[in-house]
């Protein structure tokens, strides 16, 4: 698959996850040195092939999985690449083999924002489409 996207997200290269929102009933929120991403929508963390937590995990088995679980995986990593295939998946990859993924799966809610300190603003509307 070919990436999709006109947004350049080299912003983000080379930052390091500092915190994850790890409260109850909110929505994921990772937080970089510079910027941060809030996430309303499907996600999953994959290491190489395997996934190994999702958003479903969280969701149906909550006192084994949470966003505790995605802060011990993700803090202190660096983003190797963004990718982002409009319509369909967003995509950062961490050292350590680690690739995070969302899907927008909502025509009634927004999915996910990505804002830079930079003034750097992309979301996703209901539906899906992307604004910048």
Aim: hydrophobic fraction near 40%.
């Amino acid at each position: 698959m070919e990436n999709s996207s006109k947004i350049d997200f080299g912003y983000f290269i080379g930052q390091v996850v500092t915190d994850v929102n790890t409260e109850e009933n909110q929505p994921l929120g990772i937080i970089f040195e510079k910027g941060w991403l809030m996430v309303e929508c499907p996600w999953r963390i994959r290491k190489g092939k395997e996934i190994i937590l999702g958003e479903t995990d969280c969701i149906s088995e909550p006192k084994k999985f949470s966003h505790k679980n995605v802060k011990k995986l993700l803090v202190s990593k660096r983003i190797l690449n963004i990718s982002f295939y409009e319509q369909l998946i967003f995509i950062i990859e961490f050292e350590g083999n680690l690739t995070f993924e969302l899907f927008h799966a909502s025509s009634y809610f927004e999915g996910w924002t990505l804002q830079g300190d930079d003034g750097f603003d992309v979301f996703t509307l209901p539906g899906g489409e992307v604004c910048y």
